[in-house]
């Protein structure tokens, strides 16, 4: 279901006598449907950036993502960003909520951006799975940190995305809420035979995958 093929990244030179950053190179990764793989790696190895290409967010120096058997670098920027509307969940490490919206509605988007209806519940379902039925209508500037990771993870997960991508989603939360959203973001793949691909420091969150796998600083995705 999701294929990454040699897909490699270089990085400009931050100086003109500096040589271009090959920061991704030569990775190959097949996964199937209830596939759950945490990344691990040094931080500034390009673990994000991995999460990014495989979303469409960015564009690989080479090589290339197969979802669905869809070519992703054959699509242009608005078949990307319907594609991954679809069949895409992202917890962003920096929770990308809108701040004029209330939590409801921040979870609410995916739902409405893809047209499935009923929305209210399957909004309501999200909130009371991440304890954050009691703030639905709470503008995330009155939320913490945690509660805005809460309600990324919510939005990600409520329109049952193929591809569930994670990126650092339990970096604000307490041992035991962290627990509880893996289990939870768990589940989701298992339930929904999605993929789940979760990027993480913690080898106790790395410990919740079926396999881990090491981004190394030479660029190469092998397996931890």
Avoid: W
Avoid at 9 to 14: F, I, M, V
Avoid at 67 to 78: F, K, P
Avoid at 110 to 127: G, K, Q, S, T, Y
């Amino acid at each position: 279901m999701l294929r990454l093929v040699d897909l490699s990244k270089t990085l400009p030179a931050l100086q003109p006598d500096l040589p271009p950053r090959e920061l991704l190179r030569g990775i190959d990764l097949d996964l199937a449907a209830g596939d759950y793989v945490a990344i691990m790696g040094e931080s500034g190895c390009g673990k994000s950036t991995l999460l990014n290409l495989i979303a469409g967010l960015d564009r690989p120096s080479g090589g290339h993502v197969e979802l669905d058997g869809r070519n992703l670098s054959a699509l242009d920027d608005n078949g990307v960003t319907r594609l991954r509307a679809a069949r895409m969940g992202f917890v962003f490490q920096a929770f990308h909520v809108l701040p004029h919206l209330t939590v409801a509605q921040n979870v609410a988007l995916p739902l409405a951006l893809n047209r499935i209806e009923p929305i209210e519940p399957r909004v309501h379902e999200m909130l009371a799975a991440v304890d954050l039925a009691a703030r639905a209508g709470s503008r995330p500037r009155e939320l913490s940190g945690g509660e805005l990771q809460r309600v990324a993870i919510a939005r990600a997960l409520v329109h049952r995305p193929a591809l569930v991508l994670a990126d650092e989603p339990t970096g604000n939360l307490d041992p035991e809420t962290a627990e509880r959203i893996l289990a939870l973001l768990r589940e989701s793949v298992v339930a929904h035979q999605a993929i789940g691909i979760l990027v993480t420091h913690s080898h106790a969150a790395a410990a919740s995958a079926d396999r881990v796998l090491r981004l190394g600083r030479d660029g190469r995705l092998e397996p931890a």
